[in-house]
């Protein structure tokens, strides 16, 4: 939705921006202003200053300043849409949704209620295995063994599970509530759907485990971990992805952390939830954990909201660095040339519990203060397995590098790092960068060249004879005018409005010629046009889109990110939501040309039916493109794997279906 800027300014005007940021900062009175310790920024000296006659707050020492609605993005990890809502909720405000159809608000009313009503229910859970913990002695044994005092068992909230299978059915007097199975608290099995709803048989998932609550930002407990006392597997269970939870967005401890960044000037990324409890213990209480997943960008970017240094903690065994591998891809986005992100690697018989016991505290901050930076990590990688002593190595490694330099933003870093790999591999830097400036770029391992094709930006999903190229900037891709028919021809081109939606400017037709949108671009434009349709696809369809290369993938992520974080949300809510982000330009450029023709009074309903089923053709191709790569793989195999032919015939009948699909509708296969 579009929030009235008249709103957003009584709403400013309303707030109090001291009271608000006093509940994060410890102010003082100086003078007409208030004083505190930067929170953005390591500082020993109070530089904060919040002005309550300007309603804006301002740091003399890192240069950031706002307003009430900027300090709750930056510093709580709010978007736009959900700090406006927050701040309006505080004060009694109801915030304007004219743009808005009366189902679309009751959607996103009843999205907010639950996922308040989730937390609801898991917040009373969490009392309930705090309560349990002061009666388990083997649950109070494990975690003095692990040296946790009760004092930092209380701050991370930690808990116990009995070892019942219905415990809670004592915490909530409804056992068969939906929101219990909603929340990821209680497991209901039909036997595949043999039993209907009232028979299935209802249990505890957490059962006999130590209990970590997973906080968000706003210290509302979205979900749970659970380890167990012995050496049963698995050791750590983790909740489900539910509406307010999703593993490979969250980290555990960021909400008990963050005072601790700005303290320790960095925050310490580990593996696990005791890592995170006995790293407080012992004096670190600057560091997080990743929730069993390997980390992510969006990991990265949230801890970049509250620091500009990051510090990756592993094993030194191969285990541990394959990880950190992983975690360089996600950091790599947002290396820039004022931050610092580093990689420690301890001894393998250490973990960060172990090695400060061992070594003392002050061992284990010289171990972090030592650690191998990103740019030495990087280039590491990519020399793995290169001779640089032939020029086949040095080749070798150019290749390798390439896609780790390329993903880093442009800056003094990059360009230093330039030099650095073309000394490497015996070339001077121009040579370098025109060498790559005139190649196209590696192919990822396990990929056929059809199935990088849709996942490159401007890419196309068609048959092998089509070269797809990078559109212009200048590029517009074509406009349809939707009919109920089935098959989706080009027509006429026609002024009027965005289907299913609000009037807009007229658009003039197109002049000249311009490539074809790509498959993704098309599946870009209907679902932010329309993000309900992303909430009605399948796991499988979520994860082609999300797993495409480039600001594609990228943009999907994040939109399926959107929707467990707030709900389906209206084109102008996401944008704002996207500002500064890399994939803006692209979602801008498909989104600022309408695509259909006016739409009569009373036919909204039949559009909408239309770009449905044009959304639903569109994945089908990509979907059958991915399911040919699939099968490539799987002939490559016979002869090494035995399921390798089995495979490739149930790919095959998948394929069949599609395309028979594809036939019904109208349309006709690549």
Partial sequence: MTIPASFIQELIARADVVEIVGRYVQLKKAGANFMGLCPFHGEKSPSFSVSPTKQFYHCFGCGVHGNAIGFLMEHAGMGFVEAVHDLAGQYGLQVPEDDASPAERARAASQRQKQATLTDVLEKAGDAYRKQLRQAPGAIEYLKGRGVSGEVAKQFGIGYAPAGWRSLASVFPDYDDPLLAESGLVIVN???????????????????????????VKGECIGFGGRVLGDEKPKYLNSPETPVFSKGRELYGLYEARAAFRDRGYALVTEGYMDVVALAQLGFPNAVATLGTACTTEHVQKLFRFTESVVFSFDGDAAGRRAARKALDGALPYATDVRSIKFLFLPAEHDPDSFIR??????????????????????????????????????????????????MPDGALKR???????????????????????????????????????????????????????????????????????????????????????????????????????????????LLSNMAQWEAMSHELHMMLCDLQGHHGALFTWLDSQLHEHGVQPWAALREGMRGLDFEPLAERLMSVSEAGPTPEGEEAQHLAGAARELASV?????????????????????????????YKALETRRLELRARLRSSGAETA
């Fill in 619 to 647: 994945l089908d191709f990509m979907l059958d493109d991915r399911l040919k790569a699939q099968q490539s793989e799987a002939i490559a195999a016979v002869g090494k794997d035995p399921k390798a032919l089995e495979r």
């Fill in 190 to 216: 039909n036997e595949e759907g043999q039993l209907s709803e009232a028979d299935a048989k209802r249990y505890d998932r957490f059962r006999d485990r130590v209990m970590f609550p997973i906080r968000n």
């Fill in 358 to 407: 061992e070594h003392g505290a002050e061992a284990f901050a010289r171990f972090v203060n030592e650690a191998t930076p990103l740019s030495r990590f990087m280039i590491e990688a990519a020399r793995e397995g290169c001779d640089l002593t032939t020029a086949e190595g040095r080749a070798h490694m150019t290749s390798n590098v390439r896609p780790l330099w390329s993903a």
């Fill in 416 to 526: 230093q790092l330039l030099s650095e790999i073309a000394t490497l591999v015996q070339l001077d830097a121009p040579a370098l960068s025109d060498l790559w400036a005139s190649t196209p770029g590696p192919r990822k391992a396990g990929t056929s060249a059809q199935s990088q094709r849709y996942g490159e930006p401007g890419g196309y999903a068609g048959g092998d004879d089509y070269d797809p190229g990078m559109p212009p900037p200048d590029y517009e891709s074509q406009r349809y005018e939707i009919d109920s028919k089935p098959k989706f021809q080009p027509r006429k081109f026609v002024k009027g409005k965005r289907w299913g939606g609000k009037f807009e400017e007229p658009i003039e037709p197109l002049r000249g010629r311009g490539a074809p949108p790509s498959r993704p671009d098309v599946a870009v434009r209907l």
